[in-house]
């Protein structure tokens, strides 16, 4: 009896497996991110979103940190300071998150009603279906799919 109470001990204090290969997010504290300068953070913060959000780099699926960097005459360790505090997570999210919200807009524009998932992802700058159905199930906490379904039938309703 005590074997059985055991093991379902066991497999409460499991950690729940998460889809799509996602992990746990882990806090770590690098010096690097305190030691630049906030005059400098502020400025590299502005020139991030100008070139990142404002001029949609995000939606070339080869845009690297080394890219940005070099655009914004700095070293990676500087931006990767300023994204991780300013925006608080990192530059792979960041492009990530605009990337899915962005497909989140074109999934319920009726422009794009006869385009796959996979297209739309491209659209958007992800270089493959997994890379993109990952980030949008960590952000929404659901697949384009069913996101998609969601929003066709809220409409069919009205």
């Known amino acids: 009896m005590s074997y059985k109470l055991n ?10 497996k998460l889809p ?15 030691m630049i300068r906030a005059e400098l953070a502020d400025e590299l ?6 070139v ?3 001029k949609k780099k995000y939606k070339d699926p080869n845009f690297s ?9 700095t070293n990676t360790r500087y931006l ?3 994204v991780n505090s300013r925006f608080g997570m990192n530059y ?9 919200k962005d497909a989140i807009r074109l999934m319920g524009d009726k422009k794009n009603a006869d385009k796959n998932i996979e297209e739309i992802s491209a659209m958007v700058g ?3 279906r997994q890379s993109f159905y990952a980030a949008f199930y960590r952000i929404m906490g659901e697949t384009p799919n069913g996101y998609r379904k969601k929003i066709l039938a809220a409409k069919m309703k009205k």
Do not use: H, M, W
């Not at 093991?7 to 729940?16: D, N, R, S």
């Open 92 to 100: 792979s999210c960041l492009l990530n998150e605009y990337r899915v």
């Open 45 to 50: 913060y502005q020139k991030i979103v100008d």
């Open 65 to 73: 940190s080394k890219d940005l960097a070099k655009l914004l005459k």
């Open 20 to 34: 799509y290969n996602l992990r746990e997010k882990k806090e770590k504290n690098a010096a690097y991110r305190t």
């Open 52 to 54: 990142v959000i404002v």
């Open 80 to 82: 990767s300071a300023v």
């Open 7 to 16: 093991q379902i001990e066991e497999q409460a204090e499991a950690p729940k």
């Open 126 to 128: 992800f270089a493959n």
